[in-house]
């Protein structure tokens, strides 16, 4: 085997993938240089500065994995890569402790006032009054998203004597509890928090969590900690929250883009800002570098990639009844996701009919990838799906049933939470993914457009009217909807597909609706 390195690694890990082949290290490679050399290659290893695109993919024609040496895979096409087989492997663990650390030494330096007395020492200034800091034992940290990094954080603010609190549906109350952290709603994570630190990915949904309504919630001495993703934070509305002193401070090691040299933060005093130092320690890198390094050499040996994140392989016969349901399963796991309520435990997925004689691991990593999107750092797939699952102490079980009753194949994702049970099914029909249940209502939803508007109400005259005019006078687009009921006059649901999202304060009016039980938007 042939491995090229074309990022800097440590000479451990060079050492180690010695023994499975020829190892060249070329750093700095322009674009057309790689692109000329890599048809040689079996492997490729990269950190975040080479540049893996489309057209390096196509090059390599021998390439069985390209292995990242860190978290993030941004500069990989991984779409190319699982167009061409290729194993995308990176190191999702590698910097936990890492980015844990940084965490606490920015709430440390938040509370101490540490970068601004250090500066103003070496300006000839000896200020001590000026910078009065705060303990941290007694005080309540809020910690936003419980995976990796976040679990971490917990921990180590727990040995600061530190009351913690979490919001992240995604894990369950006794995985909580080992951790000793209470779970709250986020309105309540953010009234009750004197420290607030952010460890979520960036999505649709979460982009922007922490605008101007989640600041006015907030104590007033408040301090928040972003090691997580740029864009999570509103800049602007953090800024103008610390001039009108609604917040004391933050800390922020991520930025919407980077490498960044200017910003409106840069100006405020009272902001600690780092350039992405969260995974920079020799620890992490060594780390990342070893669990890529492993999991080349699996693959040379014909085992899986632990942190594969593309699809997985699928067999040409097997792909042509399961492909399209790995997009269906993969919308029944993200519906559920948005759908459900309180607190997750367990995760029953049941494929009945034709699919159920097949290797069934691909839906399951699609179904298991859609509910954890909205909050989990690292992709899903076939290798890790159990592994996260069991990280969050979720209960994943399967059940197979080769009759069914309505369809020629059907995927049932049900979710068990603390509030009770979420179940959506989902089949292809005509080639494209239907939803076609939605706990005990039986509809037929082909999710042509993004935003879907979910709402539980009493089978009654003129509610389904009053709900179109709410949305028609918010100038809001319906192009099409299903209504499901239990029997007449009784328990409804109603599915509207919307060309827009609608805004929080239609939502509501529409729950206030005589009947409403429930609104959800959700997105698809």
Known sequence: MKILV??????????????????????????????????????????????????????????????????????????????????????????????????????????????????????????????????????????????????????????????????????????????????????????????????????????????????????????IINTARGGLIDEEALVKAIDEKRVAGAAIDVFATEPITKSILFEKDNIIVTPHLGASTAEAQAMATKDVVDQIIDVFKGQPARYAVNAPFVSAEALTLLGPYIKASAMAGKLSSQLAEGQMSTIHIKYEGEISSYNTNVLKAAALGGLLEEISEERVNLVNANILASQRGLTVVEHKDATCKNYASLVTVEVGTSSGVTTIAATVMRDEPHIVRVNNYWIDIAPTGAYFLVSEHHDRPGLIGAVGKIAGDANINISYMHVSRLKPRGRALMVLALDEPLPEAQRREILAVPDVYSVKLVKL
């Open 6 to 223: 074309a990022d800097s690694i440590s000479n451990e890990g060079i050492e180690a993938l010695r023994g499975s082949g020829q190892v060249d290290v070329k750093t700095g490679l322009k674009p057309e240089e790689l692109i000329a050399i890599i048809g040689d290659y079996d492997a490729l290893v990269v950190r975040s500065q080479t540049q893996v695109t489309a057209k390096v993919i196509e090059a390599g024609k021998k390439l069985q994995v390209i292995g990242r040496a860190g978290v993030g895979v941004d500069n990989i096409d991984v779409e190319a890569a699982t167009r061409h087989g290729i194993i995308v492997a990176n190191a999702p663990t590698g910097n936990t402790i890492s980015a844990a650390e940084h965490t606490i030494a920015l709430m440390l330096a938040l509370a101490r006032h540490i970068p601004q007395a250090s500066a103003s020492l070496k300006a000839g200034a000896w200020r001590r009054n000026e910078f009065m800091g705060t303990e941290v034992r007694n005080k309540t940290l809020g910690v936003i998203g419980l995976g990796n990094v976040g679990s971490g954080v917990a921990r180590r603010a727990r040995g600061l004597e530190m009351r913690v609190i979490a919001c992240d549906p995604a894990v369950s109350l006794e995985y909580a509890r080992n951790l000793q952290v209470e779970i709250v709603p986020l309105g309540q994570l953010l009234k009750e928090s004197d420290f607030i630190s952010l460890h979520l990915p960036l999505t649709a949904s979460t982009r922007g969590l922490i605008g101007v309504k989640e600041l006015a919630l907030m104590k007033p001495k408040v301090r």
